[in-house]
């Protein structure tokens, strides 16, 4: 099956620096790279997504970049903000069909210091 | 996005008794998953509910212990049975509206066994 690895488990910053956080895969079938972040008490959001035709995904702030060549993928965060900390979330999916399933890193505790 | 409802949002049960966790969603979707998060790690997938046909469980899962319905395209529940404290997590119901579309996520039922 497919082996998701994310790097870092934590990662601590400054406010106004930036962020990246990495994700390996193995199955070279997968065409599917959501990011969810997930706050306390809450469930995990989606903040934004990538499929396998697209090298690079940017969205204010936030951007996802994809290697198939190499399998990863990073969530690279700029101008972070106190309110980016959260836990985030890199997935995997094979298949174009909304009936494969996810398979989700361990997650990356961000903290943004002020 | 699909605008996800779970109930209980949180509960604390006994040894040996079982909980009913409802998922309700705001537009019809294709598919419903039930995922489990234990303190501190990432998101399991437990089951696909397909509506009108049993649901697929993931290796470790099994329909006794989870029993799931899916009576309707908008509407789910999950059963965990004879609960243990190592039931003790965050049990998520995520819906994927269609092919090609992201999943979401609702908060979650954070469940406590004594």
């Known amino acids: 099956g497919e082996n998701v690895e994310q790097h870092p488990s934590t990662l601590s910053v400054q406010e106004g620096d930036s962020a990246v956080i990495k994700c390996t895969y193995s199955d070279s079938a997968s065409n599917y790279f959501p990011w969810y972040k997930q706050e306390l008490g809450k469930g995990p959001q989606l903040i934004i997504d990538i499929r396998s035709n697209v090298g690079e995904k940017k969205d204010q702030r936030i951007a996802v970049t994809l290697n198939k060549t190499a399998k990863h993928f990073s969530l690279h965060i700029t101008e972070t903000q106190p309110e980016d900390s959260a836990v985030y979330f890199c997935a995997v999916r094979r298949g174009n069909s909304g009936y494969s399933t996810l398979t989700f890193g361990k997650g990356t505790m961000l903290l943004v210091s002020p | 996005s699909a605008v996800i409802s779970q109930k209980p949002s949180r509960d604390i049960c006994q040894r040996g008794t079982s909980l009913t966790i409802q998922c309700q969603v705001d537009s019809q979707v294709t598919m419903m998953f039930w995922y489990r998060q234990q303190p501190g790690q990432s998101l399991t997938l437990i089951a696909t509910?397909?509506?009108?046909?049993?649901?697929?469980?993931e290796s470790g899962f099994v329909i006794d212990k989870f029993p799931i319905s899916r009576p309707n395209l908008t509407f789910s529940t999950l059963t965990v049975s004879n609960m243990s404290p190592e039931d003790s997590s965050i049990y998520l119901c995520?819906?994927?509206?269609?092919?090609?579309?992201?999943?979401?996520f609702g908060d979650g039922t954070r469940l406590s066994i004594l």
């Open positions: 509910a397909n509506q009108g046909s049993e649901a697929t469980y």
């Open positions: 995520s819906v994927g509206p269609g092919q090609r579309q992201p999943q979401h």
